[in-house]
């Protein structure tokens, strides 16, 4: 039953590009936007289970969306409920098929280690501000179980010093409920591992997507205070979710640098 329910998912996933594609690829020779990346992705979360319930207003254009991050569903709530465009690492974007796909939803793509091509990757960021009016980051850096969060890093902020005009900061926060560690790509689980078990996973399940109250970078000094403010606005919301404290991650994250605490460290 596990690999009829992938089947049936990825059949609807494909049906969906049949008609949402063409569409896209026609509007886009009569007018430079498109909803139809939008449409795909609202169809994408569904036809993989997700029952998206969107709380909050996103703000439309001119904005810089900071959000938690549990896994690559995340990004079909997060595109389908806004419209946005996301950073991500290069390495997706050579991806067959999902590369393509990023790119017909404008992912900026980045590189982490090319630490000498900063400055490139800033103009990119503030282009497709200006370009594609909201951009997601992922801060963490990583993925987590949706009971914790870890610390914010902040080069990717960069694009906000100095704020590119008009821009606000919108902070969000994901939550899927019980379902949020099982969800969640960690540990040592490879993404197609993680891919085929949601997938195949019996039903639905429901994510919240709070869209919380936005903010003017301008008000803080620099990207280390943007995302502070941030994180003490999608902290607090995520604890008030899940009705209890968050919890330090239980899992190396040798991508961000972060090394689990054991139970006595902790």
């Not at 998912?9 to 139809?36: E, N």
């Not at 949706?146 to 919108?170: D, M, Y």
């Not at 078990?197 to 003017?216: K, N, Q």
């Amino acid at each position: 039953m596990g690999w009829s329910r992938i089947f049936l998912r990825l059949l609807c996933l494909a049906l969906s590009l049949l008609v949402c594609v063409p569409l896209h690829l026609a509007y886009r020779k009569i007018h430079y936007g498109s909803p139809f990346p939008r449409l795909f992705l609202l169809l994408a979360a569904r036809s993989v289970g997700a029952r998206v319930r969107v709380h909050g207003v996103p703000l439309r254009r001119d904005v810089f969306y900071i959000s938690n991050h549990l896994g690559w569903v995340d990004i079909l709530a997060l595109g389908g409920a806004s419209g946005t465009a996301f950073v991500s690492a290069a390495e997706i974007g050579e991806a067959p098929i999902v590369g393509w796909l990023a790119r017909m939803n404008r992912t900026v793509f980045i590189t982490r280690e090319d630490r000498m091509g900063v400055a490139d990757q800033i103009n990119r960021l503030r282009e497709a501000l200006a370009d594609n009016w909201s951009i997601t980051v992922f801060p963490e850096g990583t993925c987590t179980d949706g009971q914790s969060l870890l610390p914010f890093k902040t080069p990717i902020l960069r694009v906000l010093e100095p704020p590119p005009p008009g821009v606000l900061v919108q902070p969000v926060v994901l939550d899927y409920g019980r379902v949020a560690e099982w969800i969640g790509w960690i540990g040592t689980e490879s993404g197609m591992d993680n891919g085929k078990r949601v997938l195949a996973r019996r039903g639905s399940f429901r994510l919240e997507v709070h869209f919380l109250e936005p903010f003017d970078p301008r008000d803080f000094l620099g990207r280390k205070a943007i995302a502070a403010e941030a994180r003490s606005r999608i902290e607090p919301a995520i604890e008030a979710a899940l009705g209890k404290p968050l919890r330090p991650f239980g899992h190396d994250a040798g991508s961000v640098r972060y090394v689990a605490k054991t139970a006595d460290a902790a």
